[in-house]
């Protein structure tokens, strides 16, 4: 079955940098694109950043420049690379996947960013 095992998260001074992992099993991972999602407190979960199949990307304009997702088809990994953090980038990150028309979601990884 579809299941993503996450870390990575932690508590990080502002400016600081943190890169989350998202190891994924149960589909054939390099046949999907995954997306990274955040919720922050109050908030709706909202797209941080996408990664096609292909190699091809897409960032929420609050991370553009300073975030960067990648993926490791032979480890069956996403990566979320996140530099200059800001105490606005405090959230639960999930990564996600679609698969037959079923969102699949990590459990999450808390990341804090606090002086």
């Known amino acids: 079955q579809v299941q993503f095992v996450e870390s990575g998260g932690g508590l990080v001074q502002p400016g600081g940098s943190l890169r989350l992992s998202c190891a994924a099993s149960?589909?054939?991972?390099?046949?999907?694109?995954m997306g990274w999602y955040r919720q922050a407190p109050g908030k709706e979960r909202e797209l941080v950043a996408r990664?096609?199949?292909?190699?091809?990307?897409n960032y929420a304009d609050s991370v553009k420049g300073r975030f960067t997702i990648s993926r490791d088809n032979a480890k069956n990994t996403v990566y979320l690379q996140m530099n200059s953090l800001k105490p606005e980038d405090t959230a639960v990150y999930y990564c996600?996947?679609?698969?037959?028309?079923?969102?699949?979601w990590g459990q999450g990884t808390q990341v804090a960013v606090s002086s």
């Open positions: 996600k996947t679609i698969v037959n028309y079923a969102n699949y």
């Open positions: 149960g589909f054939t991972f390099s046949g999907y694109a």
């Open positions: 990664i096609t199949s292909g190699g091809s990307t």
